[in-house]
């Protein structure tokens, strides 16, 4: 099957008016001009499939209300729809453990370890290619025995090691964080400042205790080769010790030094498409945009909008050195090196065929998502069969 007429966007340059090739779903060839007869895209663009490595959207697909839980497989198929529609073709569901939380609650070591098995089960059935990413806080030992077994089971493909203590990380400015959490909760400040000194005191751990857990899980990581992630880097001495222990990707950092830091050790910084979109962090950490035009900017992740993805690309290829190539990478092969993926997240011959057809006029559409070549989402634009 070919589709033509489409405006290409390879690794480092567009091809204006090419077409391509697809054949048991793969890039078979690629031309630099329109095929007669191939499906014509009137010159739409034709990008590699997103590749998200940041999710958060699972969890609010099993309860998307307090105490309101659905079944795994309706959640499962519903943001598998949301993400395909987006654009999104391989899919890191970002899950968490929370010590707080009661059996078989959200983020319990239970109930997290259970969706886990669950999604691995039924992944096969969906249309994107869904991955695990667990969220491991080095707070919580107990969570070790679950995240051994899980791994043990080659159930994850990556771990993200953080620290969500208030006062440093993502809650290092504490009065910006209680006034949040007393918005978030309804509750006045005193009350929000007295759950917070509680929080701290529950959570803090010797250094020699979180270099232990830090240890364990890196060991554990490196025997199955599963990738890892730190998570909220805020300072360079731990951008240091996160790349002591292998890992790969520098995730959300919170300020410029973190992320230049991260960048010279040879991490991928990830970044959220919302805040590149909207132009700032919601907590007032770092501008992706400002990390963008820093050039330590190397991947765009979903976050918690998997939509704001195609428009952070298009507004960073405005300023980007490479123009809509650079942008592009950001989602597809930057996270694709650094996840150890090979076969996707760039148009080249020999790659997998999946791709995504997209309007770029404005905040950008999707219009057409493929997946080894076979169609995952369509707006009905583009006549495309659902196999090629």
Known sequence: MWLSDLRIVQHDRVIERGAVRIDNGMIAEIREE?????????????????????????ERELEPRPRVNMPAEIAFRELDRRLAGAGVVTAY???????GAAAGEMRSFEHTGQVIRDLCAVRDKLNVDHRIHARFDITLENALSVIRGLIEDDA?????????????????DIERHIEHVAHMRGISRTEAQALVERKIADRTRPEDVLTATLREISDLCKAHKVIMASHDD????KVALMNAFGVAISEFPVDMIAAKEAHACGLANAMGAPNALRGQSYSGNLSARQAHEAGVLDI???????SSILPAILILAQTDPNGLPGAVRLATANPAKA??????GRIEVGQKADLVIAETDGMGHIVTSMRNGRVIYSDGVVGLNKAA
Do not use: C, K, N, W
């Not at 569901?93 to 010590?99: D, I």
């Not at 765009?300 to 998997?306: E, K, M, V």
């Open 93 to 99: 569901a970002a899950v968490s453990f929370t010590t």
């Open 34 to 58: 329109p095929v007669a007869g191939g499906i014509a895209g009137d010159g739409l663009a034709l990008m590699p499939g997103f590749i998200d490595m940041h999710g958060d959207m699972i």
């Open 234 to 237: 805020d300072t360079v001495e």
């Open 156 to 172: 994850l493909d990556l771990v993200s090691l953080m620290d969500h203590t208030p006062g440093q990380g993502q809650y290092r």
């Open 300 to 306: 765009l992740a979903s976050d918690y909008h998997p």
């Open 339 to 344: 996840l150890g993926l090979i076969d996707r």
